[in-house]
Nanobody, 122 residues
């Protein structure tokens, strides 16, 4: 019943910017963490950034994106964004939203979105 839906991917030129969004919906009781991962063709899935819920934590970033990517959230803690700038072809990947959350019936589980394609190419 819980779904994570990413959006905002697309084709962008090197040096350009994109903003991805991820919204979690369904019978959610509490969201503990939200994160972004990516997987490029021929590569393993890579952690990009994550942020705890509650409004007191700062995002952490992989070294490969630090200073270029920014994870943020709005008042609805079930929605997060990934703002990407100074993009290079090495950033080309399917970007996945991930969350560790508790559903209303009490179970705590990890959830993944379906992914959104980001292609950086001239």
């Amino acid at each position: 019943q819980v779904q994570l839906v990413e959006s905002g991917g697309g084709l962008v030129q090197p040096g350009g910017s994109l903003r991805l969004s991820c919204q979690a919906s369904g019978p959610i009781c509490s969201v503990y963490t939200m994160a972004w991962y990516r997987q490029a063709p021929g590569h393993q899935r890579e952690w990009v950034t994550s942020i705890p819920s509650g409004g007191s934590g700062w995002p952490t970033y992989a070294d490969s994106v630090k200073g270029r990517f920014t994870m943020s959230r709005i008042d609805d803690e079930n929605t997060v964004f990934l703002t990407m700038s100074s993009l290079t072809p090495d950033d080309t990947a399917v970007y996945y939203c991930h969350s560790y959350l508790k559903v209303l019936q009490g179970a705590t589980s990890e959830y993944w979105g379906q992914g959104t394609q980001v292609t950086v190419s001239s």
